[in-house]
C-alpha cells in the first residue's frame, strides 16, 4: 500500500481540479468558443463579484456504468454549481458546461442542480440558471428522471419566494426548457439559443413537417409569437451584465423589499414636456415609452417582453430611488387595445411584482378590448379575467393614472376604483366611460338623430352635451371615482407622494391556500 502524504493528496486534488476545470477537454472548449459562446465557468465569473464565486461539488460524477460511460467520466458532470456575491448581495448559481456530453442531463448532473437550488431555498437568495443543454441524458434511461423532476418540484416551491432568472445559452430541448419556463424570467441569446420540446427531426418523423431548429425555437420565435423570451441579448456577456441589471432592481426573497439607491433626479422635477408628447386630440397616437422615460429616475426604463403583446408596456423603474413595476398602454400599437396576449404578459408581471414587493404605477391610455372573432375564440373572456383576478390580489401599492381615454371593461382590467387601486389619478383632459361619446351618442339619440331636422348638428349638440357632463374626469372626481386630477407638469411628482404615502401599506388577507386563477 503506498504511503499517504499531505503532497500526494495535494497533487491527486488537483489533478482532479484541474480536469473538472478542462470540462469536455481543450479540442470541445475550443469547439464551443468558436461559436462565439463562453464555457460555463467563464460566465459565472462575469455573473458573479470578482473572487467571490465559491464551486460546490466540483468533484460529482456520473456513476453510469453502462454504453461506454464508464470511460467518460468527468469531474463535475457537466455543469458548475455554487454562490458568491452580485453587487454585493449573495446569490446562488449553475451553469451547465456544453463541452461535457452536450451539457446533458444526467442522475447527478440533476441532483447537483438540485443541491444549489436547496440552498438557494434554504438562504432565500436569488437563483441563475445558465442553461446549455440538448436535454436529458439518455445513458441514464429513467434514473436521470428524479434529478429532473426535482428540478421542476424546486423551481415550484422557489416560485415567489425568491427571484429566478434563466438565460438560454445554446440549444436547449426537452428537460432542459421546462426548468426555465417555471422561472420569473427567460433571457435568450439571439442566433446561440434555442428552446424547443421536440427537434426539427422528431417533428419531421412523426408530422411530416420541416422547420430549422432556429425557425421552430429561436429568440424571434420565443420574443415575438410565444412571449416565452423576456429579453433577447447579442452574446454571453451582454447576458449576463442584463442579469446583474435586473436583479439590481429586485428584492434577495419576497420578505424583503427591492433594494433602494440615493436617487439623483429631484422629486420634484417637473414634466413641462408631456403635453407636447400626449396630444389632447384623442385620434392622435403617440408613443407611452416618452411618458414613462419622462416620469421616471433618470429617463430609464428596463422594458420586460417589449417585442411581444407590444400593446401594452410592463417594466421595472425607479421613483425617487425606489424599485416599480410600470404597466401601461401603448397607442401606436392596437391604439392601445387590450387582447388576450397582452392581458397575459400583463397578469403575469403584476403577480411578479406582487410576490416581490414592488409597487404598481399603471399608465392607462385604453379604448377598450380589442373587437374581432378570432379575439373571442382564442378566450379573451378568460384572457382578460386573469387581469382582473392579477390586479385584485396583488396587496402591494397601486397608482393608475389616466392619461387620455378608459373605456368600458379595460377601465377595469388597468385597475381602476373598485378594483383596488389604492390612488386613482387623472389629467383634465381624461376621458373615464363606459364608452367613447360619439358611439354612446349613435346608440342613446340613434332614433332622435334620424328624425332631427339637422341630423349632424343634433348629434354635435348632444355629444358636447354628453362631453361636459359625463364624458370627463370632474365627473368622476365628483363621485370619488378619481381621487385627484392632477396637471400633466405633476405627474412624477404626484406619484412619488403617492408611493411614499404608501409605503407601510398593509392588507390583511382571509386564509386560504390560493385563489384559482382563470389559467
Sequence with gaps: ????????????????????????????????????KLTARERLDILFDKDSFVELNDLAQSQCMDFGMEKRKVPGDGVVIGYGTIDGRTAFAYAQ????????????????????????????????????????????????????????????????????ISCIMG??????????????????VEKQSQMVITGPKVIQDVTGETVSLEDLGG?????????QAHFVTKDDKQSIELIRSLLSFLPSNHDEAPPAIPCDDDPQRKNDTLTQIVPADFKRAYDMHQVINQVVDNNKFLEILPQFAPNIITGLARLDGNTVGIVANQPTNMAGCLDYQSADKAARFIRFCDCFNIP????????GYFPGVDQERAGIIRHGAKMLYAYAEATVPKITLALRKEYGGAVMAMCCSGMGVDLMLAWPVAQLVVLD????????????????DDPEAFKQ??????????????????????????????????????????KNKKRPEPFRKHGNIPL
Design 97 to 164: 458546461d456544453a463541452t461535457v456530453l452536450g451539457g446533458s442531463v444526467g442522475t447527478i448532473h440533476g441532483q447537483k442542480i438540485c443541491r444549489i437550488m436547496d440552498e438557494a431555498l434554504k438562504v432565500k437568495a436569488p437563483l441563475i440558471c445558465l442553461n446549455d443543454s440538448g436535454g436529458g441524458r439518455l445513458h441514464e434511461g429513467f434514473f436521470a428522471s428524479k434529478g429532473v423532476a426535482g428540478m421542476f418540484l424546486r423551481n415550484t416551491a422557489a416560485s415567489g419566494v425568491i427571484p429566478q
Design 171 to 188: 440549444p436547449c430541448a426537452g428537460v432542459s426548457v421546462y426548468s426555465p419556463a417555471l422561472t420569473d424570467f427567460i433571457i435568450m
Design 437 to 452: 361619446t360619439t358611439a354612446a351618442i349613435n346608440i342613446i339619440y340613434r332614433k332622435d338623430i334620424q328624425s332631427a
Design 219 to 227: 429568440s424571434d420565435v420565443h420574443s415575438r409569437i410565444t412571449g
Design 461 to 502: 349638440q348632444k355629444i358636447e352635451e354628453y362631453d361636459y357632463k359625463y364624458s370627463n374626469p370632474f365627473h368622476a372626481a365628483s363621485n370619488m371615482l378619481v381621487d385627484k386630477i392632477i396637471e400633466p407638469e405633476e405627474t412624477r411628482t404626484q406619484i412619488i407622494k403617492g408611493l411614499k404615502m404608501l
Design 1 to 36: 500500500m503506498t504511503d499517504k502524504t499531505h503532497q500526494k493528496e495535494f497533487e491527486r486534488l488537483k489533478d482532479l481540479q484541474e480536469k473538472a476545470s478542462m470540462g469536455g477537454g481543450q479540442k470541445a472548449i475550443d469547439r464551443h468558443r468558436s461559436r462565439g
Design 360 to 367: 404598481l404605477v399603471n399608465f392607462v391610455d385604453v379604448p
